[in-house]
């Protein structure tokens, strides 16, 4: 459990010396884990905001972070441990069911949600020796603080877990993820662990995942699903050119063939005519005043088959 100085100075200073840190180390995230110094830059930011705005129990508030975190997006609320175990509640995209377990929790419990945005949400998870999948949203994450004031009146907050008992918390990446097109399987649920595992599941629907507890969650992709491109996709084009052009030129070869086939028989049969016509001319003669073609005369001699004589 991480424990935050209320000192003004020591917090300026601590949250300063840890964005450097963090700034410095964004080229050498695979050898070094920013998690912890990240968590707790949020974590302080919190309790500055706590201490200075009107805390109003339930209400959403939003933490001014400085440029370096711009990407990053933080929100907190503040419910009474008994009251957030029997009616549950609601911080932008996660939902916590009624009868939750906050250890510990004396009285109060800030609820920190956080979005660490594109950038941030890449190194983090750079952090985790995950292989084969892809990072496709944001990373959300959802942290408990225990408030407990000194005798100055000021709040510092010791971070709590909370443990879902009956109902499990729900996170909806609806409103931070974009569709994820040309994949043949679903997102997957990944849950970041702070000793450095990281737990797959399914969706129980379109974007939607559950945990039992509170950290850090995003949606993943298997690296196999996601859509090839570049020279596959050109080569698949190549060779679908290739083959509809030679079936193109097959069935135009064809067809020039039949046509010239067609032109030759015609050919023939005028030929035919032709000389059928030059062989079997007929005569002309008048009829009137019209010439006409007229069948010569013809007689067939007549030859007697036995020599007879009459008496």
């Known amino acids: ?8 100075m020591g917090t300026f200073f ?4 840890a964005i450097l840190f963090m700034i410095s180390c964004m080229n050498c995230v695979d050898s070094t884990d920013i998690r912890p110094a990240l968590d707790r830059v949020l974590g302080d930011y919190a309790l500055n905001y706590y201490n200075k705005v009107l805390r109003k129990t339930g209400s ?31 911080v932008k995209e996660f939902h916590i069911g009624m009868g939750i377990a906050i250890e510990p929790c004396m009285e109060r419990v800030v609820l920190v949600r956080q979005n660490l945005g594109s950038n941030w ?8 020796n995950i292989s084969g999948y892809n990072l496709v949203s944001p990373i959300l994450g959802l942290l408990a603080f225990d408030v407990k004031y000194d005798s100055n009146s000021t709040a510092n907050l010791l971070e709590v877990g909370i443990f879902a008992e009956q109902e499990p918390i729900s996170i909806d990446f609806s409103n931070v993820t974009k569709t994820v097109k040309n994949s043949i399987n679903k997102p997957l649920c990944a849950s970041f662990g702070r000793d450095g595992r990281v ?25 196999a699903t996601l859509p090839k491109t570049g020279k596959l996709s050109e080569w698949k084009i190549i060779i679908g050119s290739t083959v509809g052009g030679a079936i193109g030129v097959l069935l135009l070869g064809l ?19 032709r000389k059928a016509y030059e062989e079997e001319a007929l005569q002309i003669s008048m009829v009137g005043h019209v010439r006409v073609p007229i069948a010569g005369p013809t007689r067939t001699q007549p030859n007697l088959e036995h020599a007879y004589s009459p008496p």
């Open 14 to 17: 601590a949250i300063n010396i």
């Open 60 to 90: 959403l508030y939003t933490i001014s972070l400085p440029k370096d975190l711009s990407s990053v997006k933080a929100d907190m609320v503040r419910f009474r441990c008994g009251s957030l175990r029997r009616y549950g509640a609601r």
């Open 1 to 8: 459990m991480i424990k935050f100085s209320s000192s003004q």
């Open 121 to 128: 949400s890449d190194i983090y998870y750079r952090n985790y």
């Open 199 to 223: 737990s797959i599941s399914d969706q129980i629907s379109s974007n939607i995942c559950l945990t039992g507890k509170n950290g850090h969650f995003g949606l993943v992709i298997e690296t």
């Open 255 to 273: 067809l020039f063939v039949a046509m010239i086939v067609k032109v030759k028989k015609r050919s023939q049969m005028v030929e035919m005519e």
